[in-house]
């Protein structure tokens, strides 16, 4: 499950999150789990399922009429509801998913965010300004430097979770990749997005990790 932390406010967000996928307690892949949808000015990520985190991204891009990650705030949370019906009866008793749309609202000039849980029934959450951190370490991260800081987190939650049986513990590895929005106000005109994306960190099992994906093929 994917280690996935975001800092988001009124001028900006920042989004880190790791690159490893498994399957069945095991490195399956390593893939990006945050998706930039310019024309909405925004992100979405995800964690649990990453199956059904794609089917939205591909709904989102591929025959959604909207405006803005406000605007697909209206609707989401049932085309949700579908795409979760239609995955594997296994998956949907065993795996939890939360979807997260974090952008900007030109309306009232600011980032904003939302969050759909399948354990909520995808209704829709209007997310707080803040540090948000999936897993949770019980400590707050005072952002100075990005992405160091979250990098620096990060290796803190993998601490954590390695210490947990497989059957418990998010896996964290592969990379650390990061995200950043930050409101650009043009002198005569409307404020723009700006998106950075970089590579933060990669962890020192990266190739060991990729050894076990490539075995695991052969056995799936």
Not at 31 to 59: A, E, Y
Request: net charge negative; aromatic share 12%.
């Amino acid at each position: 499950m994917t280690a996935l932390n975001f800092v988001l406010s009124e001028d900006a967000v920042y989004v880190v999150a790791d690159t490893l996928v498994t399957f069945e307690h095991k490195p399956a892949y390593f893939t990006t789990k945050v998706f930039t949808v310019p024309h909405w000015n925004g992100l979405i990520c995800g964690r649990g399922s990453h199956g059904l985190i794609l089917d939205w991204v591909m709904q989102a891009f591929g025959s959604t009429l909207a405006l803005d990650l406000v605007h697909t705030d209206e609707f989401a949370p049932q085309i949700m509801r579908d795409l979760f019906d239609n995955r594997p009866k296994e998956e949907q008793a065993n795996c939890t998913t939360s979807i997260y749309h974090l952008g900007f609202d030109t309306a009232q000039d600011r980032f904003v965010g939302f969050a759909y849980r399948s354990k909520d029934d995808f209704v829709s959450e209007p997310l707080e300004y803040g540090f948000h951190q999936k897993p949770g370490i019980g400590i707050e991260m005072e952002m100075r430097e990005f992405p160091k800081d979250f990098v620096a987190h990060m290796r803190q939650q993998r601490e954590e979770q390695d210490a947990l049986p497989p059957e418990e513990r998010a896996f964290i590895g592969g990379q650390i990749l990061s995200w950043m929005l930050q409101r650009v106000q043009q002198e005569d005109g409307p404020s723009l997005v700006r998106t950075t994306i970089l590579p933060a960190f990669e962890w020192d099992d990266y190739g060991e990790a990729y050894i076990e994906c490539l075995d695991g093929l052969a056995e799936r």
